[in-house]
């Protein structure tokens, strides 16, 4: 039915191309194309079923049109870095083919979250008849589906979103990030911004911490509020939003690791010289941290990702939990990679066959909350990534322990 190029061959990547490859009715056929081709091939060899492969540096716009034109897909999924989203979405401008991504595009000198860049895009994307979908991986994706559902079944207005994130899993490594270091390592040592009474209100990294109790025996973790970009696009999308806060687990390795990484300057992301070359500290640290692709034979636990919401059904006040549970073995068990890569990988393959079977096609520049959450969310439950929503007590408060509520 559909040619895809998927561009960029890391961990999330590999699910990319195990999942596409799995549902061949819709994916008939599979480019993966990133700017080493051999660890393409190395995917390809996992996948019973063949897939083609290219190299490709995705920002040289000039080559990427050119293999695009060459190779006339249906739809470009961008899983490569979050810096070659412009670049992407050009050439998919120049060579007429629709486009998804799991991430907002960031200078590769300011650590910015924003949705600018890519939403300037809207007016070329609509009239070439064009779709570009963004932020198609769990958060965002999954998490902006998730809040749309609620909105959609259970609320006649949402008041309050809070996005948890927690990863029970262990690779027991002292210090390792589950998916690209330089753009883990960017986000979690960003100031915090959270959605409050129509801003966005600033506070340190790290400075709020509350304890969760996640369903289904996960276990209780610490809670860190960060900003997290879908709180941009959800508090504009959901403007009766009084609040929205994103949370995500960190253990306390990760977090003496990463303050002393900060302290000593290796977290930056301005060029120092060091004997006579230009050196970028946190690209250096990326260098020297284990492959996340790596981490999948090692990593046991799961991980736990939903959203709560509060609002209004029929006039009365209600509190809703939606989550998905995911195991990192049986994760690795089914396409050779652990869980965030794989909750990142699912999502995208469900945003593109969204695209490619017209539920969500239009022209324009989209984020996933502006679309129809049914036919993604009975993906979800298909392919890999089951939920449940539950009811929680209208009294039901975060157990907040560090920072002001
Ligand atoms: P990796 O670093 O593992 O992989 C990135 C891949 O992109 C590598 O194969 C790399 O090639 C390739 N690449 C980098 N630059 C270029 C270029 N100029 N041209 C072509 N290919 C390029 O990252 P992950 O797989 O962990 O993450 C992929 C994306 O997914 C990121 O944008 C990340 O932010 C996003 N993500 C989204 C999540 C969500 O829930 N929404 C969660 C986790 C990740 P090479 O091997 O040569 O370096």
């Known amino acids: 039915m559909a040619k895809v190029i998927i561009i960029g061959a890391g ?41 083609r492969t290219a190299r490709v540096d995705a920002d040289n716009v000039a080559e990427l049109t050119a293999l695009l034109q060459a190779e006339q897909p249906d739809l470009v999924i961008n899983v490569a870095l979050p810096y070659q989203d412009l670049s992407i979405m050009d050439a998919c401008l120049n060579a007429g083919v629709d486009y998804l991504d799991t991430a907002n595009y960031e200078p590769l000198d300011t650590a910015k979250f924003e949705y600018k860049w890519q939403w300037a895009y809207q007016d070329k994307f609509a009239a070439a008849g064009l779709t570009a979908l963004l932020g198609s991986g769990f958060d965002p994706g999954a998490t902006n589906v998730f809040t749309t559902y609620l909105a959609k079944h259970y609320f006649d207005e949402v008041e309050e979103l809070d996005i948890i994130d927690v990863n029970g899993g262990d690779h027991g490594y002292p210090f390792a990030t589950n998916f690209n270091p330089e753009i883990n390592i960017r986000e979690v040592s960003a100031e915090c911004r959270h959605w409050e009474n129509g801003e966005f209100v600033t506070t340190p990294p790290m400075s709020k911490m509350a304890r969760f109790e996640c369903p289904e025996a996960v276990g209780s973790y610490n809670i860190y509020r960060m900003y997290h970009e879908e709180l941009e696009s959800l508090s504009k999308h959901f403007p009766t ?67 709560i919401v509060r609002g209004k059904k029929d006039g009365r006040e209600r509190v809703m939990y939606l989550y998905n549970i995911c195991d990192h073995e049986a994760c690795y068990r089914e396409v050779q990679s652990q869980a965030i890569s794989y909750t990142t990988g699912v999502p995208a393959m469900i945003g593109a066959k969204m695209l490619l079977e017209g539920h969500w096609k239009r022209p324009g520049v989209w984020n996933m909350e502006q679309c129809d959450p049914d036919p993604f969310m009975e993906d979800m439950n298909r392919y890999g990534l089951p939920w449940t929503v539950v009811e929680l007590d209208p009294g039901f408060r975060l157990d907040v322990h560090k920072g002001q509520d």
């Open 241 to 307: 939003l009084r609040r929205a806060q994103f949370w995500m687990s960190f253990g306390d390795s990760y977090l003496k690791h990463l303050e002393v990484l900060e302290n000593v300057g290796m977290t930056g992301i301005e060029p120092v010289e060091f004997q006579g070359q230009q050196i970028v500290p946190i690209q250096f640290l990326a260098k020297l941290l284990p492959d996340p692709s790596t981490l999948g034979p090692r990593t046991k636990g799961r991980t736990c990702i939903g959203c």
């Open 11 to 51: 961990g999330v990547g590999a699910v990319v191309a195990h999942k596409c490859a799995q549902v061949e009715s819709v994916f008939t056929d599979i480019l993966l194309a990133s700017r080493t081709e051999d660890k393409c091939k190395a995917i390809a060899a996992q996948i019973e079923r063949p897939i």
